[in-house]
């Protein structure tokens, strides 16, 4: 019996896995508190069905998994082919990514005997950094996929890959007859968080979730910040996490605070960073500026060591 939670590389045993949690910003926090100081239970993070909303919406594409019939009917074949596969989200299709396969692909001719497949996404990483190397969040959604034929919907999808992919109309149109487009409908839903432990999430629990009004946004924001910000954000780790980390990088944002990994200097061991804002953040500009004041104040504070 062939899997597609493999194909999205859950399968495998529980890591250990260390994380931080604090919960002043530069800008308010006081560096004589100890970091056990500032922490406590404030709810500061997504709900998991939430969370697995935001990673969907943050990205662009993810590893799409097809089965084709014959393995399906012989566990003994090869039952599984994946890509990275491009998509898209609009609120006509809500939540329901849509992907365009071309005609002489595996995938189609796997769909058309077995509709069900995988898309599987991890949060995005600088490109130095495989997200399947270090223990990060990652979310496998298990669905079917139905073919769009309307012209009305074709129209909207192609104006949709152009805002999410510049540059991909000219040649979606131009190899019209080359192309057919799918929906994705989730039919199960799981996250598996950096800890390892992996967490099953009803459908409609994952549709109905509150949607964050920055982790849609947050793509440019994270480059931008793991760019421009490398020593910003170690400086982050260490006064206010306690941890020298030789790399650190931003991977997640969203309105409640940001999500960060770092690499601990001392035992080479990855660990997790949470940062909540002291309130939340719900407006794309303001969170921008938020970021480049807590740049500038921790560069102002690195030459003071």
Known sequence: MFSLLQ???????????????????????????????????????????????????????????SVSKMSAENPSETPLYGSTMPYILHQRWYCHPIIALRNDEPHLENIDGVAKS????????????????????????VGECKAITGEDDLQVILERYEESHPGSRALLEKEKDVFSYFEFVPESVHFMKSDGEMYNIETQDFLQSPEDPIAPHSRPLLVAANHDHPAEIRQLCKKYGGVVTEESFVYGMDHLGLDIMGKEESSGNWMEFRLPWEKPIRDVGEYAAQIKQTAKELRESMGEE
């Open 7 to 65: 194909a999205g590389r859950f399968a495998g045993a529980k890591r250990s896995f260390p994380s931080r949690r604090w919960y002043s910003t530069p800008a308010s926090a006081d560096p004589s508190k100890s970091v056990s100081a500032v922490e406590d239970e404030r709810v500061d993070v997504l709900s998991d069905p939430s969370k697995t909303k935001a990673i969907l919406m943050s990205r662009i594409s993810g590893t799409f998994t």
């Open 118 to 141: 995988s898309l599987s996404l991890f949060p995005l990483t600088p490109k130095h950094i495989s997200p399947s190397d270090i223990p990060i969040c990652r979310v496998n959604i």
